[in-house]
């Protein structure tokens, strides 16, 4: 389609679609329509039209013999005014002729015209089909820029020869594909590296004011850019038309851009991710890209490494699609997962050592991949659901409570690790029940419990965190254990001394040592010498076992105990500071 005047607004402006059979067989029943836009009015066509729909024309062209010579039909048409069209707007035709017979080129059956609409104009111009912005999917199907060089005589006199000399950029533009179109007169041509000069002699061209319609003239030609140029390159070029022997007028520059393609995304990695996640996107057109997002929130940052790479760290995120934006379009694709951060609300105990289960409560603990106390690793965990972690401590340090997920990681302050006791020496390494053993160490402070061969001790101090003083009780031969907060430590090597015997009913009966009453039943009262030490009082059975250990004061001089527990039978009451022992026979009995 080649325009014969400017597309000016308010004016009449005429079109002219040319076509011709290029083939080797007839094409019958032809139809050609032309779509016009609705900023264009159509007033009247030659010939005339066959039907109107809308805004498209139709003519019923019958059959079209090969090579039987070009064809035009002239569409009429005027252009509307502001606001409905205004200077500048670009508006779209399209011609298109079908047929019924297979076609081996159905490309070229089909033709799109972009024009500018103009106001106050210059009547020699040159012009490009696309007006200035050739889609980079057309540059790719190697599709034509057609071009049209109008010119009028605006003299006083008659011009006899013109002749236009056009230089087109042959680094960019391919000259093997250039070919006429159309021209308004008879002309010669020639083509010498990238410059074209068209000849028109004896044009007899009239001036305007004595034949303005016969004044005006046009050449139209096609060419194709060149294959591999980047989306964004352009061309341009001024041609300058020669009447008689004046100097040139020049044309405007007719300029036209190869859009460049919109970005493409083949892929991103991983697939999913939480708030941090850095995301690296493959594709292609990605240069000038400036809006990254994950389910529609932007990207916190990212970078484009490349036109075919981005990396980009996930922000506040949301499941969908991944899209990238440049200067020349937004693309996506779907399947991003975001996993939202874990957060932790509570955990218990708040403190503990090596070995001690801590429960972690809180939410987002799926696929959990660590857990950290003060910094250290826990020694195993077990994700229980979503909202539970159960937690070993090891060699940890006090600080937070870490949990890291793929979703990211969250820390709550406040745990405190308690290193694990330790028994560097313990003395006497050997006793009796009711002796007192000094155990010596570190993180002694907190202890909860002491044994002595595996039996607690009747009593113990902790004196600080390097000391404990305690009572052996009805003990047994074998390990000091120490037990704090943080852990369990023994150590080998104590014999506990077992009475085996003690004197019988009025042997040894001290008279330092008294009891009231005996018999007795329930509650009764030893009455024993003062001690500035620790001194203990055992109850002993007839078989040497010790049944009872009490603890007394020091300085004290009575002891209530209660034999409430004891069967009814004969026992021993023994009194020992650890320097001496005193011994009285005891009788319990039942009401």
Request: some cysteine; aromatic content about 8%; overall charge neutral.
């Amino acid at each position: 389609m080649i325009p014969l005047g400017p597309s000016r607004l308010g004016a009449t402006v005429t079109y002219m679609v040319v076509y011709m059979n290029v083939g080797t067989e007839p094409l019958t029943n032809a139809i050609l329509s032309f779509k016009k836009s609705n900023k264009i009015n159509f007033v009247n066509a030659v010939p005339a039209q066959s039907n109107v729909i809308q805004d498209t024309i139709y003519w019923n062209l019958g059959t079209i013999q090969p090579f039987e010579g070009i064809k035009t039909v002239l569409v009429n048409c005027s252009v509307k005014i502001p606001p409905v069209a205004n200077i500048n707007d670009i508006v779209q035709f399209i011609s298109n002729i079908s047929v019924t017979e297979a076609d081996h080129t159905p490309a070229n059956n089909c033709d799109t015209t972009l024009i500018r609409l103009q106001s106050s104009f210059d009547p020699n111009d040159k012009n490009e089909s696309y007006a200035g912005q050739m889609p980079f999917a057309d540059y790719l199907q190697g599709k034509e820029l057609n071009y049209v060089i109008r010119f009028q005589n605006t003299g006083n006199d008659t011009a006899f020869n013109v002749v236009i000399r056009d230089t087109l950029d042959a680094s960019r533009l391919d000259f093997s594909s250039l070919r006429m179109i159309n021209a308004s007169h008879s002309y010669q041509v020639q083509v010498d590296q990238g410059k074209i000069k068209w000849t028109f002699n004896n044009i007899n061209l009239p001036d305007s004011n004595v034949n303005k319609p016969g004044s005006k003239g046009f050449i139209s030609f096609a060419i194709k850019p060149k294959a591999g140029l980047p989306g964004g390159d352009s061309f341009m070029n001024t041609a300058s038309i020669y009447f008689d022997f004046n100097l040139p007028v020049r044309t405007n520059t007719a300029s036209t851009l190869i859009i460049p393609p919109p970005p493409v995304i083949t892929s991103f990695t991983p697939f999913s991710g939480g708030t941090g996640t850095s995301v690296i996107i493959t594709g292609s057109n990605f240069t000038g890209a400036n809006t990254v997002s994950f389910g529609g929130t932007s990207a916190s940052s990212f970078t484009v490494n490349s036109s075919t790479n981005i990396t980009a760290i996930v922000g506040a995120g949301a499941s969908g699609s991944v899209a990238v934006t440049t200067p020349n379009g937004t693309v996506s694709m779907a399947g991003f997962v975001f996993i939202p951060a874990p957060v932790i609300s509570s955990f218990t105990p708040a403190s503990g050592g090596t070995g001690v289960v801590v429960t972690i409560t809180g939410s987002n603990f799926t696929g959990a991949t660590a857990v950290r106390f003060g910094g250290t690793s826990a020694s195993s965990f077990t994700v229980v659901n979503a909202t539970t972690i159960t937690a070993i401590v090891a060699a940890g340090a006090t600080g937070n409570v870490t949990v890291v997920t793929p979703g990211g990681t969250t820390n709550l302050a406040g745990f405190v690790y308690v290193s694990p006791p330790a028994i560097t020496s313990f003395t006497p390494p050997n006793g009796p029940t009711g002796t007192i053993v000094t155990i010596n160490g570190t993180n002694f402070t907190g202890a909860t419990a002491i044994s002595f061969g595996g039996v607690a001790a009747a009593s113990f101090i902790t004196v600080n965190a390097t000391t404990i003083t305690a009572v052996v009780g009805a003990g047994a031969s074998g390990d000091v254990s120490v037990t704090t907060p943080g852990g369990t430590i023994t150590s080998p090597g104590f014999i506990f001394n077992v009475v085996t015997a003690v004197g019988g009913p009025g042997n040894s009966n001290s008279p330092e040592l008294l009891i009231n009453p005996n018999p007795g039943s329930d509650i009764i009262i030893a009455t024993h010498p003062s001690s500035n030490k620790q001194s203990f009082i055992r109850i002993i059975d007839m078989k040497g076992r010790t049944l009872l250990v009490k603890t007394v004061t020091r300085g004290q001089t009575t002891s209530t105990i209660d034999v409430s527990t004891l069967a009814q039978g004969l026992y021993h009451l023994v009194w020992t500071d650890g320097i001496r022992e005193l011994q009285r026979s005891l009788m319990v009995g039942r009401k």
